[in-house]
């Protein structure tokens, strides 16, 4: 991945490589704006990210999906929604189809701040989109998805890992 490449394949993917981390840290350096004018922190943001990726694909998320997404506790999710909620980013609403469920999505406050924010950003992608074919973007998108799945597949091996430095669980280490 950081090894000089001579030939040009090895040249194209260094170059994809390098715009692909470039593009990763300036999202993250434009959502941390979005957070620091808004109170929120970096997991209030990746909460928000999936409660409006999962509205966009028509599968609201629960509170439960939410903490599995994150990696975090029950407990931190429910003070997570609970302050999201308070500060008008985000509603619980119940499922029309089983009342017990509790399904989250984004709030008019919470989508009117990130439309005014993001809605430039999203301006300049439809610019840049439009000067591709349809043919060109289907091989973009591919190669998203499958640079997406190789990430979180990563993330999740990561997540599962034991960590360094962590007490030995019961069994382990003896």
């Known amino acids: 991945m950081y090894r000089r490449r001579d030939d040009p394949r090895g040249r194209m993917i260094a ?20 957070a620091g004018l808004h109170g929120l922190n970096a997991t209030d943001l990746q909460a928000l990210i999936a409660v409006m990726e999962a509205e966009l694909i028509g599968d609201p998320i629960t509170p439960g999906r939410l903490g599995e997404a994150l ?8 003070a997570l929604v609970d302050r999201l909620e308070r500060g008008g980013h985000i509603r619980r609403d119940r499922d029309t189809a089983d009342r ?3 399904l989250l999505h984004y709030a008019d406050r919470g989508a009117t701040l990130a439309q005014s924010f993001f809605g430039p950003l999203g301006r300049r992608t439809d ?17 998203m998805a499958e640079m997406v799945r190789s990430m979180r597949t990563h993330r999740d091996e990561i997540r599962a890992a034991p960590r360094r430095g ?3 669980g019961p069994g382990e280490g003896d």
């Open 15 to 34: 170059e994809i490589t390098n715009d692909l981390r470039r593009y990763s840290v300036d999202a993250q350096h434009i959502g941390h704006a979005f």
């Open 71 to 78: 990696n975090i506790s029950s407990g931190s999710v429910t």
């Open 100 to 102: 017990r469920k509790i």
């Open 127 to 143: 610019e840049v989109m439009d000067r591709f074919t349809d043919d060109e973007l289907a091989v973009v998108q591919r190669f």
């Open 166 to 168: 962590a007490a030995p």
